[in-house]
Nanobody, 118 residues
């Protein structure tokens, strides 16, 4: 059974930094592209960042480009998302997802809440 478990969310102030983690189990982690998505209150889920199987390439949404870094540790089966200079508009539930070579995001975590106060 595939499990993706996010952690690291919380209540922070604008300008702070946060590092989210997503621990994967039940899949050949190094064979999957990994991604982060988020859903803000009243909005649809949106793409945040993705990373290739070996750590490259990385892709970012314009909304976080320059402030976020996605990384992975294939020995720990974990993907990370570091976001600096957080803004209130970063408030959302953040989800990690896994995609096999076919490219579709096949597995999803339950999400972790990030709330940024102004």
């Amino acid at each position: 059974q595939v499990q993706l478990v996010e952690s690291g969310g919380g209540l922070v102030q604008a300008g702070d930094s946060l590092r989210l983690s997503c621990a994967a189990s039940g899949l050949a982690f190094s064979s999957y592209n990994m991604g982060w998505f988020r859903r803000a209150p009243g909005k649809e889920r949106e793409f945040v960042a993705s990373i290739g199987r070996s750590g490259v390439p990385t892709t970012y949404a314009d909304s976080v480009k320059g402030r976020a870094t996605i990384s992975r540790d294939n020995f720990k089966n974990t993907v990370y998302l570091q976001i600096n200079t957080l803004k209130p508009e970063d408030t959302a539930v953040y989800y990690c997802a896994a995609a096999p070579l076919s490219g579709r995001w096949s597995y999803w975590g339950q999400g972790t809440q990030v709330t940024v106060s102004s």
